[in-house]
């Protein structure tokens, strides 16, 4: 080592910038200028529009407070109002009703204190799983259209805001599983302190499945007969992932240690392995875990993402996957959706880092970066941290945020436009 001549860092090349412009006036000012303008706008989407909505905090409801509006679960109900949970100091339900006489994010209730709600599913009602320190809860909400069949359906939207309940009538204590306040209502808790993650309906059936968060024990809940039972394990060492999916037959899929596929099935009544194994980086098989599912309803297509940022598609008939693509050059796919005209939107990044918004369309087999969330209206707002998406009635796709203080994203993607019929049209 004696021999090695030191290096001299003054007769180094060094690689130039495009800060390197401010050194000449007129062109090179302008150049520059140019090149900032074009990265600064590269970086965020492009197509189609962002539009953030806050959590309450309009003139006539109450917004949720920072470090409670961390959203961590959406789903659409028939109704089509958009039904989200946060977590946070208490754990509140809220809906956004996005038709023209509404247009508001509304707090529907607290579920509970220093809570996490980990999953919303939606049949007639809105169902819920909650997790504080070790022990799970599963919840109910009732919508206004629910409670009032029997009464004049005009002014739907507007009345379940005004018939929300007030500040001092939404907190709950949850000892007790069997209190409920307004519409929200403690269904059960999970026996032998575990949490919940992962939650799937199966709406025909009326049968809620989930995942306990330490073990990893499948469970049922029946709706009707208010029944829970455990199922077992997923997995014999504990390894498994937070999420679950189901196809249009019932049949529900998850993944244990490595990667490898599970499912159940209400005919066959257990969990069963199978051959299916979910794509992964070299050497990472071992860590492997899907971060996020969604459902192609139309062509029974499930389509996962995983922790090492990978997209797959799984095909449960064919027992076939098949491995997509990386979208963006971070870790973990945090959120999927299928939009209304078969196009995946998802999200991906890893905590602390800008997610980027992407999209997978099946028919081109093209999976493009969109770029990083900005939104201009309701207020400018960047978009660092989501973790759960879902698709509206018309095609546009929520997305929730997951800092300290959080907005409901809504993406509303281009119309894919046609081939046109002769050339001489642009």
């Not at 929200?184 to 995942?211: F, H, M, N, S, W």
């Amino acid at each position: 080592m004696k021999n090695v001549k030191p290096l001299n860092l003054k007769d180094r090349v060094w690689p130039t910038s495009p800060h390197e412009y401010l050194r000449f006036e007129g062109e090179g000012i302008k150049k520059f200028l140019q090149l900032r303008a074009g990265y600064e706008k590269s970086a965020f989407v492009g197509e189609g529009q962002v539009q953030v909505r806050r959590l309450g905090a309009s003139s006539f409801v109450k917004p949720i407070p920072a470090g409670e509006s961390a959203i961590t679960a959406l789903v659409r109900h028939k109704n089509g109002k958009i039904y989200g949970g946060t977590s946070g100091r208490r754990a509140h339900l809220f809906f956004y009703d996005p038709s023209p006489d509404a247009d508001v994010v509304v707090d529907a209730g607290v579920v509970g204190e220093n809570m996490r709600i980990t999953g919303l599913v939606a049949d007639e009602r809105i169902y819920g799983a909650a997790e504080s320190g070790d022990q799970g809860f599963l919840f109910s909400y009732s919508p206004c259209e629910v409670l009032m069949k029997d009464i004049d359906t005009t002014g739907k939207g507007m009345r379940e805001i005004f018939d929300s309940p007030v500040e001092d009538q939404m907190f709950h204590s949850i000892i007790d599983p069997c209190h409920s306040v307004g519409k929200i209502e403690i269904l059960t808790r999970i026996p032998e302190a575990e949490g919940v993650t992962g939650l799937v309906i199966d709406a025909q059936r009326k049968i809620i499945y989930g995942l306990t968060s330490k073990n990893g024990s499948f469970f049922s809940y029946s709706i009707s007969s208010k029944t829970f039972s455990l199922k077992g394990r997923v997995d014999s060492i504990r390894e498994f992932s937070r999420k679950l999916a189901i196809d249009s037959t019932g049949t529900i899929y998850g993944a244990a240690s490595c990667g490898r596929i599970f499912k159940y099935s209400s005919d066959v009544g257990r969990v069963e392995s199978t051959s299916c194994v979910i794509p992964s980086l070299k050497g990472r098989e071992a860590y492997n875990r899907v971060d996020s599912w969604a459902l192609d309803e139309q062509s029974g297509v499930i389509y996962g993402g995983t922790i090492d940022g990978i997209l797959f598609e799984f095909n449960p008939p064919a027992g076939k996957i098949r491995c997509i693509g990386k979208p963006i050059d971070q870790m973990r796919v945090r959120a999927l959706t299928v939009g209304n005209d078969g196009r995946v939107f998802g999200v991906g990044g890893e905590p602390g880092k800008c997610c980027h918004l992407f999209v997978y369309e099946p028919i081109e087999h093209q999976l493009r970066d969109l770029g990083v969330l900005l939104a201009t209206m309701e207020t400018p707002w960047y978009g660092y941290e989501v973790d759960c998406a879902v698709t509206g009635r018309d095609g546009e796709v929520y997305l929730g945020e997951t800092d300290r203080i959080s907005h409901l994203f809504i993406y509303f993607p281009p119309i894919v436009r046609r081939v046109p019929a002769f050339n001489n049209f642009s």
